[in-house]
């Protein structure tokens, strides 16, 4: 089956910067889609990033365009996240994914189209 497995979270001040690394185990997920969520207290999960599986192609939400980069090292089996200018409202548990099917160009933003998930990593953004 596989699996994924977060790291990186941490408490950081508003301004700071964090990087989320997702390292799968048990399979390759080399040919798939990868994407990061994030989940706030008492808010439903969000699309922050995703990047295709040959990693040229990504995709952002809205709000975090410009502050977070998605990049991807098959070789190591390892989908990072960048995150600078972190705002208290970029905290959440934050989720990797893989997509439901390889190959799928450019990568989905829907939490549907994913079938592997991590156990997250918290995000801690004081003001």
């Known amino acids: 089956q596989g699996q994924l497995v977060e790291s990186g979270g941490g408490l950081v001040q508003a301004g700071g910067s964090l990087r989320l690394s997702c390292a799968s185990s048990?399979?390759?997920?080399?040919?798939?889609?990868m994407g990061w969520f994030r989940q706030a207290p008492g808010k439903e999960r969000e699309f922050v990033a995703a990047?295709?599986?040959?990693?040229?192609?990504?995709y952002y939400a809205d709000s975090v365009k410009g502050r977070f980069t998605i990049s991807r090292d098959n070789a190591k089996n390892t989908v990072n996240l960048q995150m600078n200018s972190l705002k208290p409202e970029d905290t959440a548990v934050y989720f990797c994914?893989?997509?439901?099917?390889?190959?799928?160009?450019?990568?989905?933003?829907?939490?549907?189209?994913?079938?592997?998930w991590g156990q997250g990593t918290q995000v801690t953004v004081s003001s």
């Open positions: 990047i295709s599986w040959g990693g040229r192609s990504t």
């Open positions: 994914a893989a997509d439901r099917y390889s190959y799928r160009v450019p990568p989905p933003s829907r939490e549907y189209d994913y079938a592997y």
């Open positions: 048990g399979r390759s997920f080399s040919t798939y889609g």
